[in-house]
């Protein structure tokens, strides 16, 4: 039996968006890899946000932290000091904190900086974005200081 020219097609489709998927990956992990450099201009930062997703932002983070390097790309400043805790007690809120993600932070700043910028990365599967509406990133300290 001959195969249906539609079925042609969606096999054709199906292949395609394998490619798709597949250039998508091959960018983001290039994109990680170009922000575990010291010196990042921010609006290359900016403007490669897009070609990743949150799980990739950790990645950035982890590596960051692996090479003992802020885990803000945006900052320069190296890790030092590190505590080995896990966590934190603080006496006056009389609260004990898990630091394991502030760890990988030079400061408080970088830390709430790079969570800012976490939260307006996009989850949804990169190879489906071109449907959607890229939102324009944002640095936390672009208000001004
Ligand atoms: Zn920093």
Redesign the pocket.
Known sequence: MKKSDRHRLSDEQLLKAVQKKKECNAKAQAVVESFLEKNIEKDYFLSQLNNINQCHYDDVVDERNILML???P????ELENVPTKKYQISTTKNKVYDITDRKK???S???K?SEFIKSQILVSPLWLRQCEIIPEFKLLDEKGD
């Open positions: 802020c885990g803000y945006l900052c320069r400043k932070f030079c400061s700043t970088c830390f900086a």
